[in-house]
């Protein structure tokens, strides 16, 4: 596969579908407390999609059954959204959700403390936004996809914390998956550019 480069309009588009998707994060943001559900966060996220007019990106996709993936604690990524998986104080969840808007798709994770996290949880929540900041500053034209993961996973490991290997990010426009696959193990001047 290649990397699929939008015009201008179709730049718009995904714009419009990352607000709507913004929109969906910030009504499932006051639900992430203690004692609430993974499933009470589904149903918030599916009634404003609905509000929305927006279709779901993942529930369907490969059989995936929800229109979150909410992964707690230790659980990497996928997690699925259930009534017996109740959040408790100290906890983080990773919020997963995409959408799909006009034909455009959207896909953002955002990790969120539940009540007042562990030293070690904040900290982990802190290296991590600095480390997509890093990671933004490296995005420039001209430069390399090998740079922004070298500065994400060179910051997080000098401040104790690892990367997951396993998976990448992605491209996103027309599907939901694109090129270019973006590692979360690369080095610097490496990559497309």
Same mark, same amino acid.
């Given at each position: 596969?290649?990397?699929?480069?939008?015009?201008?309009?179709?730049?718009?588009?995904?714009?419009?579908?990352?607000?709507?998707?913004?929109?969906?994060?910030?009504?499932?943001?006051?639900?992430?407390?203690?004692?609430?559900?993974?499933?009470?966060?589904?149903?918030?996220?599916?009634?404003?999609?609905?509000?929305?007019?927006?279709?779901?990106?993942?529930? *369907?996709?490969?059989?995936?059954?929800?229109?979150?993936?909410?992964?707690?604690?230790?659980?990497?990524?996928? *997690?699925?959204?259930?009534?017996?998986?109740?959040?408790?104080?100290?906890?983080?969840?990773?919020?997963?959700?995409?959408?799909?808007?006009?034909?455009?798709?959207?896909?953002?994770?955002v990790t969120y403390a539940v009540g007042a996290p562990s030293p070690t949880a904040r900290r982990l929540l802190d290296v991590t936004r600095a480390s997509l900041q890093e990671a933004i500053r490296q995005a420039q034209v001209g430069g390399r996809l090998g740079d922004i993961s070298a500065a994400v996973q060179e910051m997080c490991e000098a401040e104790g914390f690892g990367v997951v290997k396993e998976f990448v990010g992605h491209g996103i426009g027309k599907s939901m998956h694109e090129d270019p696959r973006c590692l979360t193990l690369a080095l610097a001047g490496r990559g497309r550019g």
């Amino acid at each position: 596969m290649a990397i699929l480069i939008k015009t201008s309009a179709e730049i718009d588009k995904m714009r419009s579908s990352g607000e709507v998707l913004r929109q969906v994060h910030e009504a499932v943001r006051p639900l992430v407390v203690p004692g609430a559900s993974t499933m009470d966060l589904e149903r918030a996220a599916a009634a404003r999609m609905d509000e929305l007019r927006a279709v779901s990106a993942f529930k *369907g996709y490969h059989g995936f059954p929800a229109v979150l993936c909410t992964s707690v604690n230790s659980e990497v990524v996928h *997690g699925i959204p259930s009534p017996k998986r109740i959040l408790a104080d100290g906890d983080i969840i990773s919020i997963d959700c995409g959408v799909i808007v006009n034909g455009f798709y959207s896909d953002c994770a955002v990790t969120y403390a539940v009540g007042a996290p562990s030293p070690t949880a904040r900290r982990l929540l802190d290296v991590t936004r600095a480390s997509l900041q890093e990671a933004i500053r490296q995005a420039q034209v001209g430069g390399r996809l090998g740079d922004i993961s070298a500065a994400v996973q060179e910051m997080c490991e000098a401040e104790g914390f690892g990367v997951v290997k396993e998976f990448v990010g992605h491209g996103i426009g027309k599907s939901m998956h694109e090129d270019p696959r973006c590692l979360t193990l690369a080095l610097a001047g490496r990559g497309r550019g």
